[in-house]
C-alpha cells in the first residue's frame, strides 16, 4: 500500500519535504509617519499598528531591526491637505523627510516609498478631480514629480498604487530623466477595489471624501482584467508586480505568477490583518497558526514579496521555528 503519512511522521521529516518555505527576508513591514512632536498614535482597528512621528520613529525601528526584517512600506500622513496634493511632492513633504531620517540613522532598512495622492489630498482620491470624476492623464505629471522626489530623498523602490493608466511609463521616465535610471518600480499592478482597505484609511487618514474608487481600481470579480493590467506594467517599466488584496485574490497570485516571469509581491492588507487580530483577541482562533497558515498561502500561490502588518511577529516564530 502507498502511504503518504510516512512522510508526516515527525516534524524533521515533514520539514525535509517541505515544499513551501517562507523566509523572514522575504516580508516586508508597512509604516505610518505622521507630522508633529512624541507622536505614537494606536490605530484603533489594527491593533499593535501605530501613526509615528519622525521624531518617535526610532523606537520602531528597533524593534524592526530586532526582528531581523528589513524591508519597509512608507506611508505618510500630512499636516496640510488641498485639491492637488501638494504636500506628496514636496521637499520637506512628510514622507521626504522620513525617507531621509531613515537612510540615514538606519541605512540597512531597504525603503520602499508607495506613490499616490490619496493620504494628501482634501478629497481623499488618488487623483486629480473634476466634479465627481477622478483626471487620469492630468494626474501623471503629479505622480512623477512625487516619485522623482522620493528618489531625491533616498527611496530604495517606488511603489505606485493610484491605479491610474499610464503611470508606470510616466514614472519611468521622470525617474530616468532625473538620473535614477537604477531604481526600481514595484507597482500595484491588479489593485482591486476592495472592502478590506477600511482600516487602512483610518490608519493613512485617507478614505475617499465622495463617491469612491471602483472607476479606477479593478473590478473584484475579473482575472483577465489583471493579466491585461500587468502585461501593461511590463511594457511600462515595472520591475516586480503587485496583487493586492493578497489572501482574497490568491487565484489572481496563481495566474499572474504562471503567466508572467517577474518578481511578485502580495499585500496581505489591512482588513486581513484586523480580521485575524479580532479574532485571536476574542479567543476564536490561534494567531500565530493563522497568520503563518495565511502568509505560507501567499506563498505558496506564488508571492516572492509579502507586504504584512504581521511581519515583525511573523519573523519571530519563524526564528522559533
Request: net charge negative.
Amino acid at each position: 500500500m502507498r502511504r503518504m503519512r510516512r512522510l508526516r511522521a515527525s516534524a524533521a521529516i515533514r520539514s525535509l519535504v517541505q515544499e513551501t518555505r517562507l523566509h523572514k527576508e522575504q516580508l516586508v513591514y508597512p509604516l505610518f509617519v505622521t507630522e508633529g512632536e512624541n507622536i505614537k498614535n494606536p490605530v484603533d482597528s489594527m491593533p499593535g499598528i501605530y501613526q509615528y512621528s519622525i521624531d518617535r520613529l526610532g523606537e520602531e525601528c528597533e524593534r524592526i531591526r530586532e526582528s531581523g526584517v528589513r524591508s519597509l512600506l512608507l506611508f505618510g500622513i500630512p499636516a496640510h491637505k488641498d485639491a492637488a496634493g501638494s504636500q506628496a511632492y514636496d521637499r520637506d513633504g512628510i514622507t521626504q523627510r522620513a525617507i531621509r531620517y531613515l537612510k540615514k540613522e538606519w541605512s540597512a532598512f531597504l525603503v520602499i516609498a508607495d506613490v499616490c495622492l490619496c493620504e494628501y489630498t482634501s478629497h481623499g482620491h488618488c487623483g486629480l478631480v473634476d466634479g465627481c470624476r477622478i483626471l487620469n492623464d492630468e494626474t501623471l505629471p503629479l505622480l512623477v514629480k512625487m516619485s522623482v522626489s522620493l528618489a531625491e530623498a533616498g527611496a530604495d523602490i517606488i511603489a505606485p498604487s493610484d491605479m491610474m493608466d499610464g503611470r508606470v511609463a510616466a514614472i519611468r521616465g521622470g525617474l530616468d530623466q532625473a538620473g535614477f535610471t537604477e531604481t526600481p518600480i514595484l507597482s500595484y499592478s491588479a489593485k482591486y477595489a476592495s472592502g478590506y482597505y477600511a482600516p487602512f484609511r483610518d490608519a493613512a487618514h485617507s478614505a475617499p471624501g465622495f463617491g469612491d474608487r471602483k472607476t479606477y481600481q479593478m473590478d473584484p470579480p475579473n482575472v483577465r482584467e489583471a493579466m491585461r493590467e500587468m502585461e501593461a506594467d511590463i511594457a511600462e517599466g515595472a520591475d516586480i508586480l503587485m496583487v493586492k488584496p493578497g489572501l482574497a485574490y490568491l487565484d489572481v497570485l496563481r495566474a499572474a505568477a504562471e503567466r508572467f516571469d517577474y518578481p511578485m509581491a502580495a499585500y496581505n492588507v489591512s482588513g486581513e490583518y484586523a480580521m485575524v487580530k479580532a479574532a485571536a483577541q476574542n479567543g476564536w482562533i490561534d494567531e500565530r497558526r493563522i497568520v503563518m497558515e495565511n502568509l505560507l498561502a501567499m506563498r505558496r500561490a506564488g508571492a516572492d514579496i509579502i507586504i504584512t502588518y504581521h511581519a515583525l511577529d511573523a519573523a519571530g516564530w519563524l526564528e522559533d521555528a
